[in-house]
């Protein structure tokens, strides 16, 4: 509760009222909730590792009931699972509230926003940072408002492609570690280190800043994870795909990212080739598929020229 109060105290504009030595509580919920019911004494599936937050109501309801009552549901609501209490609203909490969490190392927060817009955002909070994640290894890039992790082998030349690719205009999120967030458990949000934030290594030169060599336009801290390049040597024996009907797919907190492998020889301009890759994916978006075209086409073709013999074959002599 403490990394939580210290990361989001201005957000929320909270402030300590009693219960300071219960920072040390862990939120296991991502979710926050008002009382309802439970504060008239109705306790059946009662949920009680989650935030509570009062408002106006329920401060005006408990300052109406008997000080014995009022203690009495409190206890029945406040308990050594609860991590934090937030009260909005105008009015002070009653003073066996504070009293209460202060003899139960019980966090009791004041905040000044209105009640529904608190709830709303500290439940955004929680769920931003209860998100799963994971790390792994690549360069991410955006090129063409598509972001692209560009995998491979160490010394293939990831580093040099997204060089590349920033010459030319797009920009880099991250380079050699890249922070992967499933955000709203529909899409992935990639970033980097704040360490390395804005950094690369080129094997030969160093570590250089590219918003310092190329300006804050080619950078920016995060973004959506919406394809994979791998880069590989290049493999006389091995086939490639040379039409694109069949792509590939990679798991990254259960999201499918579609895969393209890029070999890499002398002579092939890879950043060129990046680009393409991203360029064909945003027409795929938007229904263009140049594979699938072609594929039509070609059964097309091959079915007026079937019938074209029938028919000659059939004619009479």
Not at 25 to 49: C, D, T
Not at 105 to 115: E, G, K
Not at 261 to 269: Q, T
């Amino acid at each position: 509760m403490k990394q939580f109060y210290e990361k989001y105290r201005e957000t929320l504009s909270l402030s300590l009222l009693a219960g300071d030595k219960g920072l040390t509580r862990v939120i296991r919920v991502a979710e926050a909730h008002r009382p309802g019911l439970s504060l008239a004494g109705y306790l059946k599936n009662y949920v009680n590792q989650r935030i509570l937050l009062l408002g106006t109501m329920e401060i005006s309801y408990l300052r109406d009931l008997e000080a014995e009552v009022r203690k009495e549901r409190l206890q029945g609501i406040f308990t050594q699972k609860t991590p934090a209490v937030i009260l909005a609203g105008k009015y002070a909490p009653p003073k066996e509230m504070i009293q209460f969490c202060q003899e139960n190392n019980l966090p009791l927060f004041r905040t000044q926003m209105q009640t529904m817009e608190c709830l709303n955002r500290l439940t955004f909070l929680l769920k931003e940072d209860f998100s799963p994640s994971m790390t792994c290894h690549g360069t991410l890039v955006e090129a063409f408002g598509i972001g692209i992790l560009i995998q491979g082998d160490s010394s293939i030349g990831k580093s040099e492609a997204a060089l590349g690719l920033i010459e030319r205009g797009h920009r880099l999120i991250s380079d050699d570690i890249v922070k992967v967030k499933l955000k709203e458990g529909a899409y992935l949000e990639g970033s980097g280190p704040e360490l390395t934030r804005h950094l690369m290594e080129i094997r030969g030169i160093g570590i250089i800043n590219v918003a310092h060599l190329y300006g804050a336009v080619c950078v920016r801290d995060d973004k959506t994870l919406d394809m994979v390049v791998r880069l590989e040597e290049w493999n006389d024996k091995k086939f490639y795909d040379r039409i694109g009907l069949d792509q590939n797919f990679c798991d990254f907190l259960g999201v499918q990212v579609p895969v393209h492998i890029l070999p890499v020889k002398p002579g092939r301009d890879v950043v060129l080739l990046i680009e393409t890759i991203a360029l064909n994916h945003r027409l795929k978006e938007m229904g263009f598929n140049s594979a699938k075209d072609f594929n039509r086409k070609l059964l097309e073709t091959i079915a007026r020229k079937q019938g074209q013999v029938r028919t000659s074959s059939e004619s009479p002599l």
